[in-house]
């Protein structure tokens, strides 16, 4: 099955600056790629998506990239704020039923 | 409802004892997944069923645990003979029909304390 490792697992920086989180995925048939965002206490919440017939997307202060010869994708925070603290989980879809598998997640810190 | 929607919020047992989760997913939804999630730690996934397809039951920790879903919409996340380290937050989320990879919605938890 699916395997997806995401790095790094805890990431501080400074209010304004940016931060990048990466993922690695393992079933090159893979072909959807969502970031969930999860606060303390409440729900993950989905912020942004990719699938394999894009190399990039962009939403505001948010971006993803995906290379899939590497089979990598990556999840750009910039101008970082307080508010964008939290943990946040990538995945990727694969098999026939294209079932989710997340990453171990990342705690994004963001000082101010 | 809107969103999917999990019961009980809370849930305090005694070790030894038996728990039911219980889980509504968005009306239409085909795809369900359950997943548990320990103080501080990441999603790890339990069970996930698929239309009339089997449920792929590979992230079950030990047979104490299964899952049921009726008329491809409600599930049931049982827990039989609750032990202290089943004590975590139990999230179910779902999705529409796979070909559109559309998101999942995940509903806000049931938290199981095992005492």
């Known amino acids: 099955g699916e395997n997806v490792e995401q790095h790094p697992s805890t990431l501080s920086v400074q209010e304004g600056d940016s931060a990048v989180i990466k993922c690695t995925y393992s079933d090159s048939a893979s072909n959807y790629f969502p970031w969930y965002k999860q606060e303390l206490g409440k729900r993950p919440q989905l912020i942004i998506d990719?699938?394999?017939?894009?190399g990039e997307k962009k939403d505001q202060r948010i971006a993803v990239t995906l290379n899939k010869t590497a089979k990598h994708f990556s999840l750009h925070i910039t101008e970082t704020q307080p508010e964008d603290s939290a943990v946040y989980f990538c995945a990727a879809a694969s098999g026939s039923a294209r079932q989710l598998t997340f990453g171990s997640g990342t705690q994004l810190t963001v000082l101010p | 409802g809107a969103g999917v929607s999990q019961s009980p919020s809370n849930k305090v047992t005694e070790k030894g004892k038996d728990v039911e989760l219980r889980c509504d997913p968005i009306s239409g939804h085909t795809a369900l997944y359950w997943y548990r999630q320990s103080l501080g730690q990441g999603l790890e996934f339990l069970i996930y069923f698929q239309g009339n397809s089997a449920p792929d039951k590979s992230g079950l920790p030990s047979d104490r645990f299964s899952a049921e879903r009726t008329g491809g919409s409600v599930s049931t996340l049982t827990i039989q003979r609750t032990q202290q380290e089943d004590s975590a937050v139990y999230l179910c989320?779902?999705?529409?029909?796979?070909?559109?990879?559309?998101?999942?919605?995940f509903g806000q938890g049931t938290r199981l304390t095992v005492v």
């Open positions: 990719i699938r394999s017939n894009v």
């Open positions: 989320a779902s999705s529409s029909q796979p070909s559109r990879q559309a998101e999942a919605f």
